[in-house]
Nanobody, 115 residues
C-alpha cells in the first residue's frame, strides 16, 4: 500500500526558510518520479517541483531560484528546501507520485508565510 507522509510545514516570516520532507513507503521508491504540489486557499492545486528517478529536476517559474527539490533513495524520502519565502507561498503542500494506473497523494503539510 502506497503511503506518502509530509512533514515540516510551519509558520514562517517572509524571507525565511523551511524544509519539507515526504516519507514514502509501499513501492520501490528509487524507480519513481516524485513531485511537490501546493494548493492555496481558493486556488487550484499547482505543481511546484518535480524530480525524476534519475535526479533531473523541474520547477514552476514562481519558485525557480528559491526552492530546491531533492531525494535520498536509500531513505525513501523526497525533500523541498524553500528559501526566500513570500506570503504568496502560503499553501498546503502535497507530495505526489504516479504509477501507470493512478496518482498517489499525501495528506499535505501547511506552510504559512506571514509577519
Amino acid at each position: 500500500q502506497v503511503q506518502l507522509v509530509e512533514s515540516g510545514g510551519d509558520l514562517v516570516q517572509p524571507g525565511g526558510s523551511l524544509r519539507l520532507s515526504c516519507a514514502a513507503s509501499g513501492f520501490t521508491f528509487r524507480n519513481y518520479d516524485m513531485s511537490w504540489y501546493r494548493q492555496a486557499p481558493g486556488k487550484e492545486r499547482e505543481l511546484v517541483a518535480s524530480i525524476t528517478n534519475s535526479g533531473s529536476t523541474n520547477y514552476a517559474d514562481s519558485v525557480k531560484g528559491r526552492f530546491t527539490i531533492s531525494r535520498i533513495n536509500t531513505a525513501n524520502t523526497v525533500y523541498l528546501q524553500m528559501n526566500s519565502l513570500k506570503p504568496e507561498d502560503t499553501a498546503v503542500y502535497y507530495c505526489n507520485t504516479e504509477s501507470w494506473i493512478r496518482a498517489y497523494w499525501g495528506k499535505g503539510t501547511l506552510v504559512t508565510v506571514s509577519s
